[in-house]
C-alpha cells in the first residue's frame, strides 16, 4: 500500500520539524511538505493534495479556520486534522464547523497523533474526549453575534463605550446595549470578568 502523504502547516519551525521527524518515521506514512502560514498551508494542500493536512489554528496571513474555509471551497474532500495549543470551544466549533475531521491539542501523545492521522486518512473523525466535552459546552450556550463579538474585540483592547461607537458607526446607547446582551450571553458580572471568559473560550484572541 501506498504511503499517508501528510502536509504539516505550523508558523513554528521546530514543530513543523519535530511532526516531521515523527511522521517521517512512519512506514506507512510520508511528509510531502511543510508550510509555515495559512496561505502556504492552502496553496500546498492544493498542489500536493495530501491524504492529510495537519494544521495548526494560530497562523500568520490566514488564521488556521480561514485558511480551512478557503481550502474546502476549492477541494471540498480535503482531510484535515486540527492541531493546536488552543483547547477553547469556540476554537473547537470554529474549526469543525469549517469542516475540520479531527481536532487534537499539540499535548497529544505520539502515538494517539499517528493513530487520529491513520483513522483521518481513512475517512473517519476523531475528537478525543476532552475537546468532545468542550464541544458539548458550546452548543449548549447562547452564541454572540458578528457586532458583539466586535465590541468584544474593543472591549479586551480597553476601549470605552463611546470610543467603541466610534470606530464601529454606532451611538453609545446601541453599545450599551451590546454589551448588556455580551455580559448576560457569557455570565459575566462586569466588563473585565466577560473579557476574561470570551479569552478563555477562544471567543477571542489577543492580538500578537
Known amino acids: 500500500m501506498s504511503p499517508i502523504r501528510v502536509l504539516i502547516a505550523d508558523d513554528h519551525p521546530i514543530v ?4 516531521s521527524a515523527v511522521i517521517g518515521d512512519q512506514p506507512d506514512m510520508a511528509v510531502v511538505g511543510q508550510a509555515a502560514n495559512g496561505a502556504e ?7 500536493h493534495r495530501p491524504d492529510v493536512l495537519l494544521l495548526d489554528l494560530r497562523m500568520p496571513e490566514l488564521n488556521g479556520v480561514a485558511a480551512l474555509g478557503a481550502l474546502k471551497a476549492q477541494w471540498p474532500d480535503v482531510q484535515v ?7 477553547g470551544d469556540e ?10 475531521q479531527a481536532y ?6 505520539r502515538a494517539e497523533l499517528l493513530e487520529v492521522i491513520r483513522a483521518v486518512a481513512r475517512g473517519q473523525r476523531r475528537l478525543p474526549p476532552e475537546v468532545a466535552a468542550r464541544l458539548m459546552e458550546r452548543l449548549h450556550t447562547q452564541a454572540l453575534t458578528e457586532r458583539e463579538v466586535d465590541v468584544l474585540r474593543l472591549m479586551a483592547r480597553g476601549k470605552s463605550n463611546k470610543a467603541i461607537g466610534a470606530e464601529l458607526h454606532i451611538g453609545e446607547g446601541t453599545v450599551k446595549f451590546h ?25 477571542i ?3 500578537v
Open 16 to 19: 513543523r520539524e519535530g511532526l
Open 41 to 47: 498551508a492552502v496553496a500546498q494542500a492544493l498542489e
Open 81 to 87: 486534522v486540527v492541531l493546536t495549543t488552543y483547547d
Open 91 to 100: 476554537d473547537i466549533y470554529r474549526a469543525l464547523q469549517a469542516g475540520a
Open 104 to 109: 487534537l491539542l499539540k499535548d497529544t501523545p
Open 179 to 203: 454589551v448588556n446582551n455580551i455580559l448576560g450571553k457569557l455570565g459575566a458580572e462586569d466588563r473585565t470578568q466577560a473579557v476574561t471568559i470570551a479569552l478563555q473560550r477562544g471567543i
Open 205 to 207: 484572541h489577543l492580538e
